[in-house]
């Protein structure tokens, strides 16, 4: 069952516009979200957790529980923000392991 | 600095071969997974670990197999590799907790012939 729904494959924007990459999650209890990001050449790496309610190179997510949705959202894309985008999610019950979803590779256009 | 060391970069094999990953991490980190990332599935779960000889089977373990010996080594196999197995393979570790950060291995480009 898809536990984490990344609806976007592909999604572009231009320089200085606002980007949001959804993140929808399918678990009944308090899961704990993530977004991960992995640059063009570089490993895999956290960017920022829901817990943590912190705003990472101008990131941010909110967990919504009611939509069931964890978007990652910025005011103003920079090209550097181009890289693809992995939600993540770990269940109470799962001691640490990671749900991923499918992905979505943000082109930032200058 | 978490370092997760991948023993390959690049790897060819044939068909029928068997095949070894390993990965290192030296935070001393309890758990450790196994991934494989394709284009337009994500990463998907192999096999992971909570413990030295402690294994338990992810969404796609058939296949593959694993070993931990120790703490710091996670080996995965490939007992006899086949083409639909040619893949990108991510070694992880982490801390026990919910909260807790993967750490990524810089990955092996797995190509079965």
């Known amino acids: 069952a898809q536990r984490v729904t990344q609806p976007e494959k592909l999604l572009s924007v231009f320089k200085g516009a606002p980007v949001e990459l959804k993140c929808n999650y399918s678990?009944?209890?308090?899961?704990?979200l993530f977004w991960y990001v992995q640059y063009s050449r570089q490993r895999l790496q956290l960017l920022l957790r829901h817990i943590s309610r912190e705003s990472i190179k101008g990131f941010t997510a909110d967990l919504n529980k009611g939509e069931t949705s964890f978007h990652l959202k910025k005011p103003f894309a920079q090209e550097e923000d181009s890289a693809m985008y992995y939600c993540?999610?770990?269940?109470?019950?799962?001691?640490?392991?990671?749900?991923f979803g499918r992905g979505t590779q943000l082109t930032v256009w200058p | 600095d978490v370092k997760v060391t991948q023993s390959s970069r690049y790897l060819v094999k044939r068909t029928g071969e068997k095949v070894f990953l390993e990965c290192v991490q030296d935070?001393?980190?309890?758990?450790m997974f196994w991934y494989r990332q394709d284009p337009g599935l994500g990463l998907r779960l192999i096999y992971f670990s909570y413990d030295v000889k402690m294994k338990e089977k992810g969404d796609i373990p058939e296949g593959y197999s694993v070993s931990r010996e120790k703490k710091e080594r996670f080996s995965l196999i490939l007992e006899s590799a086949s083409t639909n197995q040619t893949s990108m393979y991510l070694c992880?570790?982490?801390?026990?907790?919910?909260?807790?950060?993967?750490?990524f291995g810089s990955g092996t480009q797995l190509s079965v012939l």
């Open positions: 935070m001393d980190h309890e758990n």
């Open positions: 678990y009944s209890g308090s899961p704990e």
């Open positions: 993540a999610l770990i269940r109470g019950s799962t001691l640490g392991r990671l749900y």
């Open positions: 992880a570790s982490s801390s026990p907790g919910l909260s807790a950060e993967l750490f």
